[in-house]
């Protein structure tokens, strides 16, 4: 089993930024792709970017150029650079890792962006 506690969620204001991190840690074998996905209120959830093991990565049309996904694979950990914010980026943000193909999630860490 594999647990990821996230971290770094808060309130800010409209453009300003904030760092996630979501650390994994228990039985991990390798972890293959890592991300980060976000549900607001009243709404679905989202992917928001993806990073494999590699390195390759992939964004939400929605936050590409303010958002940067990134992994340090010796700590298990994967992080969201997130700038230039804006109210329609208020959301729980989940971070989800797969590994042996299977894919576990965090409990969310809740953002909050103020105008």
């Known amino acids: 089993q594999v647990q990821l506690v996230e971290s770094g969620g808060g309130l800010v204001q409209a453009g300003g930024s904030l760092r996630l991190s979501c650390a994994a840690s228990g039985r991990i074998f390798s972890i293959s792709a890592m991300g980060w996905s976000r549900q607001a209120p009243g709404k679905q959830r989202e992917l928001v970017a993806t990073i494999t093991s590699a390195g390759s990565t992939n964004y939400a049309d929605s936050v590409k150029g303010r958002f940067t996904i990134s992994r340090d694979n010796a700590k298990n950990t994967v992080y969201l650079q997130m700038n230039s914010l804006n109210t329609e980026d208020t959301a729980v943000y989940y971070c989800?890792?797969?590994?042996?193909?299977?894919?576990?999630w965090g409990k969310g860490t809740l953002v909050t962006v103020s105008s």
């Open positions: 989800n890792v797969r590994d042996r193909r299977v894919d576990y």
